[in-house]
């Protein structure tokens, strides 16, 4: 499950942010009456129609294992998260159904009404981001229901469980997270095309459209970022420690940049004293709970790579923002990107990158939650299905979303290649279909 | 009628459209597998890839649906059936995965052998999905889920007689809906030829999935007879409507009519469904869990049944909106010549 919600997270934040790239491609073409722009917000389009099909697959496959993998969670919490999954259910819907509008719309609808009919997907994207995302956040501050005798949830309060406590940093810190990642995504295809000498108009505005909107989204991530750390300071101390290696429970705590985690504290790494209290209250006096004030089960496992996991997060981003800011010095000095051809192999890894990161994340808050399913509510263990098999059915999942994420990069690069031809491609949705032969031609 | 009931009737209406829908959807890849390497096969291939294209995705979404509900108003219900049928289940879900890459795909794909075997994965995983979703409706028939997590034999309860049959069932079914709504749509391309070749396989499929839904009032006679009873007793009308609205079909066809099939094939699958739904009331597990003990809080059945109401209003004007775009664009581009990139060159290295 980990790991399909691991692929799923990827082509959910294409399904999240893509169409915004796409009309604001779409918006610069019409406003200036620019045909390279809006010739790049057609190709999107088709391109966000194939991760949008493939992310659909996947998602209905998800909701699958929700019962095959995790038949006692859903039978105890359903009916507290699952009206999440409902409304979610909605703009996934509307959703699909617009990006097949828009994709049919084209050439067929009039300038300015397609852009209108591409604007609902891009609701529908952050309003399916935040269902999705504040089931998690519900997960990590489990709250709207009390507990029977038997177990099971009553006096359910599904404002509060939509609304639950860790949605206002969870959700914004993800949303941002998906336009970052397709941001740097995208402009990272076009800094590679550029750097093998592909430097026409078409490149320059495929790069600096979704450039720009990743390097506006860097440092307000960085602050959300930093919020939500200390909400989880707060929330679930457990899992702070856990992420900053923090063994016992006291104030002028070390950070530590990376380094190996160890009963006896960090061994190895880069430690700037009394800055973790610092972070967490403003004040080196401020007490950080440790790992030691629960009992040794009650830990999150893999400490060494959850604490990994969060200082490469971090550290992406801080590298996002610089190279922000040094787009934005030569932008604001002579409108331009940098010349130097370091600029370009920068962000043709930063794509890379951003995915890193958002993987990252996705660790640590769910290896950080560790071992409960439901933060001190329900144990992980308590959760999974008693049918035996499932390391098979692991295994097969594991087989057929490699296939899936090759053939999937694989058919994008054809794509790419027969648009390079200048030659039209059928997706999904195909607007450019003809129908079928009748019956003497062909062959 | 309770708050329960109504949820477990929005669950019945999202069952009702994936069966219409994706049960033709899937009964497509049937006669892609069987239309074999000839021109004429390879013309009916197009014809199915040409139908399907624009709305293969929204199906998925009934089926989402239909869990997102279960799980969320039927908790113990859900538990029990995925964790006891967690096999067919489990390869019901492999063939959605196969099925929906290999159709993305196949277009794309640049050589032939690739085009093939995406084409292969799409005709096989379109048999095994309904297969096993039909296997997993027999054994909640026939009474082998019992309340619980893993409660079931996780092999025996859907390999009995019952399960099995209803699974062919379920094929058989796609298959027909499938090649009734193929010739309407051979008849939109103007093709004479294909609107006769899938005329004649809607007539087969229509005689043996009838064939398959007697054997199964049989069958039902001695594994399920809860649902027998109800068959044969309160939802009766609902079987003779659907027995009627077959024959309809099948009179029309063979008297080389085309007129007013489609609707009557969606109303025989309807009124099968509604018919188990009746057959079964007041259980959602028959024999072991009814409606009313398996649902959820009150607060949260509402909250369901607002945001169907929600979906529906938001939902059927914007789908609405796509279909008649959809029949427009194809009222608008006449039958073309192949275009040697697209998908239809299939033959062609």
């Given at each position: 499950?980990?790991?399909?919600?691991g692929?799923?997270?990827i082509?959910?934040?294409?399904?999240?942010?893509?169409?915004?790239?796409?009309?604001?491609?779409?918006?610069?073409?019409?406003?200036?009456?620019?045909?390279?722009?809006?010739?790049?917000?057609?190709?999107?389009?088709?391109?966000?129609?194939?991760?949008?099909?493939?992310?659909?697959?996947?998602?209905?496959?998800?909701?699958?294992?929700?019962?095959?993998?995790?038949?006692?969670?859903?039978?105890?919490?359903?009916?507290?998260?699952?009206?999440?999954?409902?409304?979610?259910?909605?703009?996934?819907?509307?959703?699909?159904?617009?990006?097949?509008?828009?994709?049919?719309?084209?050439?067929?609808?009039?300038?300015?009404?397609?852009?209108?009919?591409?604007?609902?997907?891009?609701?529908?994207?952050?309003?399916?981001?935040?269902?999705?995302?504040?089931?998690?956040?519900?997960?990590?501050?489990?709250?709207?229901?009390?507990?029977?005798?038997?177990?099971?949830?009553?006096?359910?309060?599904?404002?509060?469980?939509?609304?639950?406590?860790?949605?206002?940093?969870?959700?914004?810190?993800?949303?941002?997270?998906?336009?970052l990642v397709?941001?740097f995504l995208?402009?990272?295809?076009?800094?590679?095309?550029?750097?093998?000498?592909?430097?026409?108009?078409?490149?320059?505005?495929?790069?600096?459209?979704?450039?720009?909107?990743?390097?506006?989204?860097?440092?307000?991530?960085?602050?959300?970022?930093?919020?939500?750390?200390?909400?989880?300071?707060?929330?679930?101390?457990?899992?702070?420690?856990?992420?900053?290696?923090?063994?016992?429970?006291?104030?002028?705590?070390?950070?530590?940049?990376?380094?190996?985690?160890?009963?006896?504290?960090?061994?190895?790494?880069?430690?700037?004293?009394?800055?973790?209290?610092?972070?967490?209250?403003?004040?080196?006096?401020?007490?950080?709970?440790?790992?030691?004030?629960?009992?040794?089960?009650?830990?999150?496992?893999?400490?060494?790579?959850?604490?990994w996991c969060?200082?490469t997060m971090?550290g992406i981003c801080?590298m996002m923002?610089?190279?922000?800011?040094?787009?934005?010095?030569?932008?604001?000095?002579?409108?331009?990107?940098?010349?130097?051809?370091?600029?370009?192999?920068?962000?043709?890894i930063s794509g890379i990158a951003a995915i890193v990161a958002l993987e990252c994340g996705w660790i640590?808050?769910?290896?950080?939650?560790?071992?409960?399913?439901?933060?001190?509510?329900?144990?992980?263990?308590?959760?999974?299905?008693?049918?035996?098999?499932?390391?098979?059915?692991?295994?097969?999942?594991?087989?057929?979303?490699?296939?899936?994420?090759?053939?999937?990069?694989?058919?994008?690069?054809?794509?790419?290649?027969?648009?390079?031809?200048?030659?039209?491609?059928?997706?999904?949705?195909?607007?450019?279909?003809?129908?079928?032969?009748?019956?003497?031609?062909?062959? | 009628?309770?708050?329960?009931?109504?949820?477990?009737?929005?669950?019945?209406?999202?069952?009702?459209?994936?069966?219409?829908?994706?049960?033709?959807?899937?009964?497509?890849?049937?006669?892609?597998?069987?239309?074999?390497?000839?021109?004429?096969?390879?013309?009916?291939?197009?014809?199915?890839?040409?139908?399907?294209?624009?709305?293969?995705?929204?199906?998925?979404?009934?089926?989402?649906?239909?869990?997102?509900?279960?799980?969320?108003?039927?908790?113990?219900?859900?538990?029990?059936?995925?964790?006891?049928?967690?096999?067919?289940?489990?390869?019901?879900?492999?063939?959605?995965?196969?099925?929906?890459?290999?159709?993305?795909?196949?277009?794309?794909?640049?050589?032939?052998?690739?085009?093939?075997?995406?084409?292969?994965?799409?005709?096989?995983?379109?048999?095994?999905?309904?297969?096993?979703?039909?296997?997993?409706?027999?054994?909640?028939?026939?009474?082998?889920?019992?309340?619980?997590?893993?409660?079931?034999?996780?092999?025996?309860?859907?390999?009995?007689?019952?399960?099995?049959?209803?699974?062919?069932?379920?094929?058989?079914?796609?298959?027909?809906?499938?090649?009734?709504?193929?010739?309407?749509?051979?008849?939109?391309?103007?093709?004479?030829?294909?609107?006769?070749?899938?005329?004649?396989?809607?007539?087969?499929?229509?005689?043996?999935?009838?064939?398959?839904?007697?054997?199964?009032?049989?069958?039902?006679?001695?594994?399920?007879?809860?649902?027998?009873?109800?068959?044969?007793?309160?939802?009766?009308?609902?079987?003779?409507?659907?027995?009627?609205?077959?024959?309809?079909?099948?009179?029309?066809?063979?008297?080389?009519?085309?007129?007013?099939?489609?609707?009557?094939?969606?109303?025989?699958?309807?009124?099968?469904?509604?018919?188990?739904?009746?057959?079964?009331?007041?259980?959602?597990?028959?024999?072991?869990?009814?409606?009313?003990?398996?649902?959820?809080?009150?607060?949260?059945?509402?909250?369901?049944?607002?945001?169907?109401?929600?979906?529906?209003?938001?939902?059927?004007?914007?789908?609405?909106?796509?279909?008649?775009?959809?029949?427009?664009?194809?009222?608008?581009?006449?039958?073309?010549?192949?275009?040697?990139?697209?998908?239809?060159?299939?033959?062609?290295?």
């Open positions: 499950m980990a790991f399909t919600l692929f799923h997270i082509l959910a934040s294409l399904g999240v942010a893509f169409p915004a790239m796409m009309l604001i491609a779409n918006y610069i073409g019409l406003r200036r009456n620019d045909p390279d722009a809006l010739r790049l917000a057609e190709r999107w389009s088709k391109v966000a129609a194939v991760t949008f099909a493939v992310g659909a697959v996947t998602g209905t496959v998800l909701s699958f294992e929700f019962g095959l993998l995790w038949p006692e969670f859903t039978a105890r919490f359903g009916g507290v998260f699952g009206i999440l999954f409902a409304i979610e259910g909605i703009f996934f819907f509307t959703e699909a159904i617009f990006i097949a509008i828009y994709i049919y719309g084209w050439k067929r609808l009039s300038g300015w009404a397609h852009f209108w009919t591409g604007v609902p997907v891009v609701i529908a994207g952050i309003g399916g981001a935040y269902s999705v995302v504040a089931v998690n956040s519900w997960m990590n501050r489990p709250g709207g229901f009390e507990l029977a005798a038997d177990g099971s949830a009553k006096s359910i309060d599904l404002v509060k469980v939509i609304f639950n406590g860790a949605v206002p940093y969870e959700v914004p810190h993800m949303i941002l997270a998906a336009y397709t941001g995208i402009a990272s295809v076009y800094a590679v095309g550029m750097l093998r000498g592909r430097r026409d108009r078409h490149h320059r505005l495929g790069l600096l459209i979704p450039l720009t909107v990743a390097c506006i989204a860097a440092p307000i991530q960085f602050a959300v970022g930093d919020t939500a750390a200390r909400a989880i300071a707060d929330d679930q101390p457990i899992k702070f420690a856990g992420m900053e290696c923090v063994q016992h429970t006291h104030t002028h705590v070390t950070e530590y940049i990376y380094g190996v985690c160890t009963d006896d504290g960090v061994k190895g790494g880069i430690g700037i004293p009394g800055f973790d209290s610092f972070l967490v209250g403003f004040n080196t006096d401020t007490k950080v709970t440790g790992l030691d004030s629960v009992a040794a089960n009650d830990r999150p496992p893999f400490n060494t790579l959850l604490h969060f200082d971090v801080t923002i610089a190279l922000g800011l040094w787009f934005a010095w030569a932008w604001w000095r002579r409108r331009d990107i940098p010349r130097t051809p370091w600029f370009l192999r920068a962000v043709a640590v808050t769910e290896v950080g939650r560790q071992p409960w399913v439901v933060y001190n509510v329900m144990r992980t263990e308590d959760a999974v299905t008693g049918a035996s098999g499932v390391w098979v059915t692991f295994g097969a999942v594991l087989a057929i979303y490699a296939v899936l994420g090759t053939a999937t990069v694989l058919i994008l690069r054809t794509m790419s290649r027969r648009w390079r031809e200048a030659g039209e491609v059928e997706v999904p949705y195909g607007p450019s279909e003809p129908a079928p032969p009748p019956a003497e031609a062909g062959g | 009628m309770s708050t329960a009931d109504a949820v477990a009737g929005v669950l019945w209406i999202g069952a009702t459209l994936y069966a219409v829908f994706a049960g033709a959807d899937f009964g497509a890849g049937l006669w892609t597998l069987l239309a074999g390497t000839s021109e004429r096969g390879r013309r009916a291939r197009a014809l199915v890839d040409w139908a399907i294209g624009p709305v293969w995705e929204a199906n998925h979404v009934w089926l989402i649906f239909v869990l997102v509900v279960l799980w969320t108003a039927f908790s113990v219900a859900f538990e029990s059936v995925m964790s006891t049928l967690f096999i067919p289940l489990s390869i019901a879900a492999l063939g959605i995965v196969l099925r929906g890459s290999g159709f993305a795909f196949h277009k794309q794909a640049r050589r032939l052998r690739y085009r093939r075997f995406a084409q292969r994965l799409f005709d096989v995983s379109s048999l095994l999905t309904p297969f096993f979703m039909g296997t997993v409706v027999g054994a909640i028939a026939s009474g082998q889920v019992p309340v619980g997590n893993a409660a079931g034999d996780p092999v025996s309860s859907w390999t009995g007689p019952a399960p099995i049959l209803t699974g062919a069932l379920f094929v058989a079914t796609g298959a027909y809906l499938s090649a009734v709504f193929l010739v309407s749509d051979a008849r939109r391309a103007g093709d004479a030829d294909l609107e006769r070749y899938f005329a004649d396989r809607a007539q087969v499929a229509a005689v043996v999935a009838g064939g398959l839904a007697v054997a199964g009032l049989i069958v039902y006679h001695a594994d399920a007879k809860y649902i027998y009873d109800g068959l044969v007793g309160d939802a009766l009308p609902l079987v003779i409507l659907s027995a009627v609205c077959g024959a309809a079909v099948l009179a029309i066809l063979w008297r080389g009519g085309r007129r007013g099939t489609r609707p009557l094939a969606i109303g025989a699958v309807v009124a099968v469904v509604w018919g188990w739904g009746v057959a079964q009331h007041p259980y959602l597990l028959p024999k072991s869990l009814t409606i009313s003990e398996g649902a959820g809080a009150q607060t949260t059945l509402e909250a369901v049944l607002i945001v169907f109401a929600v979906a529906v209003l938001v939902v059927l004007p914007s789908l609405g909106f796509l279909y008649t775009l959809a029949q427009r664009g194809v009222v608008e581009e006449e039958p073309t010549p192949p275009d040697p990139a697209a998908g239809a060159g299939d033959t062609r290295a």
